[in-house]
């Protein structure tokens, strides 16, 4: 619980680096991004060993390095739009489809009582309903396209980012229940794991960025020295973090750990958002946006304590 715990502290600040860079579009800011889970996956090989691997288990590994990078795409363009306090609110829905996938694919808690279960059906009902109340705060409102309506942008743009995210929990969540299988099931080292991970990271973000809409590698050369640092230390910052939820994985399971590390987050980045970022800033009713945020954040950490404690 303790490696977990950093593991969502870590996932909860990364994405300070993305805000310092808002030029770099979400296609281009993956590939860096993944070349420096990349670089982080190398380092992390003496700390988490050196060993061989079965060749199904690596093509799961480098799979699920794809499937995570095309959930980050999707959060990257999420935290664009909707800020880092509101995306990362729905990212708790992660918390919801891991823990099904912990029960239902690998197996985990198999001595739940139904008492238990409807704890965890009470618990998803909170995540929902605390995520519908963020949807409903307004965001700050960017610069406008002559003649283009002020309303209806903000709306535009926060539904467009709360939609990106949900998306993104699902491939996040399928990534959790591979890595999970893995390590916990087939006895899978994590460093072999790991460094198979980064590699299909970094084709899945090319891929991405050949199929996003723009000039995606286009952007990503021309891209400043500053914003592909910025965007490699996301990458390190992410691979740390995923350091530390393998070895916590180890000893809850994705169906406790991931509640755990999606709540730490949550509660980071919305501190990270609010508080330095000034994301609720500006608005028409502030009372009202942030007693509905306060809410929300309070019902989703409350359904994903009640997850957790099964």
């Given at each position: 619980m303790l490696w977990i715990t950093a593991a969502g502290l870590l996932f909860g600040s990364q994405f300070i680096f993305s805000k310092y860079c808002p030029g770099f579009?979400?296609?281009?800011?993956?590939?860096?991004?993944?070349?420096?889970?990349?670089?982080?996956?190398?380092?992390?090989?003496?700390?988490?060993?050196?060993?061989?691997l079965p060749a199904?288990?690596?093509?799961?590994?480098?799979?699920?390095?794809?499937?995570?990078v095309f959930g980050n795409y999707l959060l990257v363009r999420a935290?664009?739009?909707?800020g880092m306090a509101r995306a990362f609110i729905v990212v708790n829905f992660t918390a919801v489809f891991s823990f099904l996938g912990g029960v239902v694919f690998l197996g985990e808690l198999p001595e739940a009582s139904v008492l238990r279960l409807g704890m965890v059906a009470?618990?998803?009902?909170?995540?929902?309903?605390?995520?519908?109340?963020?949807?409903?705060?307004?965001?700050?409102?960017?610069?406008?396209?002559?003649?283009?309506?002020?309303?209806?942008?903000?709306?535009?743009?926060?539904?467009?980012?709360l939609a990106a995210v949900f998306v993104a929990t699902l491939f996040f969540s399928v990534y959790n229940v591979m890595v999970a299988f893995a390590i916990n099931r087939s006895d899978a080292p994590a460093g072999p794991m790991f460094a198979l991970i980064a590699p299909g990271a970094v084709t899945g973000a090319l891929l991405v960025a050949l199929a996003a809409p723009g000039r995606a590698l286009s952007?990503?050369?021309?891209?400043?020295?500053?914003?592909?640092?910025?965007a490699l230390c996301q990458g390190l910052v992410w691979a740390t973090a995923m350091v530390c939820i393998m070895f916590g994985w180890m000893g809850t399971g994705?169906?406790?750990?991931?509640?755990?590390?999606?709540?730490?987050?949550?509660?980071?980045?919305?501190?990270?958002?609010?508080?330095?970022?000034?994301?609720?800033?500006?608005?028409?009713?502030?009372?009202?946006?942030?007693?509905?945020?306060?809410?929300?954040?309070?019902?989703?950490?409350?359904?994903i304590s009640m997850i957790a404690l099964l």
């Amino acid at each position: 619980m303790l490696w977990i715990t950093a593991a969502g502290l870590l996932f909860g600040s990364q994405f300070i680096f993305s805000k310092y860079c808002p030029g770099f579009g979400p296609g281009a800011y993956n590939v860096t991004m993944a070349l420096g889970i990349l670089a982080g996956s190398l380092a992390a090989l003496p700390v988490l060993g050196f060993s061989g691997l079965p060749a199904e288990l690596g093509l799961l590994a480098f799979v699920g390095g794809m499937v995570w990078v095309f959930g980050n795409y999707l959060l990257v363009r999420a935290v664009g739009d909707a800020g880092m306090a509101r995306a990362f609110i729905v990212v708790n829905f992660t918390a919801v489809f891991s823990f099904l996938g912990g029960v239902v694919f690998l197996g985990e808690l198999p001595e739940a009582s139904v008492l238990r279960l409807g704890m965890v059906a009470a618990g998803i009902a909170l995540v929902m309903g605390g995520a519908f109340l963020v949807s409903t705060t307004t965001p700050k409102r960017p610069a406008l396209a002559p003649g283009e309506s002020a309303q209806a942008d903000d709306g535009r743009r926060m539904r467009r980012g709360l939609a990106a995210v949900f998306v993104a929990t699902l491939f996040f969540s399928v990534y959790n229940v591979m890595v999970a299988f893995a390590i916990n099931r087939s006895d899978a080292p994590a460093g072999p794991m790991f460094a198979l991970i980064a590699p299909g990271a970094v084709t899945g973000a090319l891929l991405v960025a050949l199929a996003a809409p723009g000039r995606a590698l286009s952007d990503w050369r021309a891209a400043p020295g500053k914003w592909h640092l910025l965007a490699l230390c996301q990458g390190l910052v992410w691979a740390t973090a995923m350091v530390c939820i393998m070895f916590g994985w180890m000893g809850t399971g994705i169906a406790m750990g991931t509640p755990i590390q999606v709540g730490t987050q949550t509660l980071v980045s919305s501190l990270w958002g609010i508080i330095m970022f000034r994301e609720l800033r500006g608005l028409e009713n502030a009372k009202s946006a942030y007693a509905k945020f306060a809410a929300g954040a309070a019902l989703t950490v409350t359904g994903i304590s009640m997850i957790a404690l099964l």
